[in-house]
């Protein structure tokens, strides 16, 4: 990846790791250290660059958000990731959670149903010259079935329910990562599969934009 940008904003990335994301119990350290690498601001319109490091999600192109950075760092964290495995995004949207993944895991699948959006974010990963990542343009609810199965996946928007094809193309041992409930609030959900059963937990509330598809939300 290259270093070289938006060296700038370095301290400022320090500065919302420890104010939003140590102070709010996230000890990762390689979670940690892909985020202080990764510049927010760059997945953002250029009249929000001001905002990139406040504690919030912020909205983006195409009536999408990017989400708030202690999420990204939660969920991430929750995906309990290792260099050697094959992660399974749905949802690319800014391509920031993509970033983050890509620094953590050996190969990222990232899904966007929007065109326009996913060839946007693919240029802005292509500047920081990360090449870990295959894109594909579909509907995410139905996974990426060529490439599975996956060490893990994780889901960007809400969902009514958890997609069974996700949860079919998880490896045995994966860990699927999803915001679970209504069309305004929802849970995170953790999933570990274990031969052929899958333990669920829950984690905290939150609030996503909604999964469509033809196992999400259909408008």
Known sequence: MRDDLHKDTLELRRQMIDRQLRARGLRGKQTLAAILRIPREHFLPEHLHREAYNDTALPIDFGQTISQPYIVAYMTEHLDLSPHHRVLEIGTGSGYQTAILSMLAAQVFTVEHIPELANLARKRLDVLNLRNIEYRIADGTNGWPEYAPFDRIIVTAGAPYVPKPLADQLADSGILVIPVGDR???????????????????LIGCRFIKLVGEQGWKD
Do not use: A, C
Request: a positive charge; proline letters at 0%; glycine letters at 10%.
């Open 184 to 202: 305004e609030h929802q849970r995170l959900m953790h999933i570990r599969k274990s031969g052929d059963r899958f333990i669920e937990g829950t």
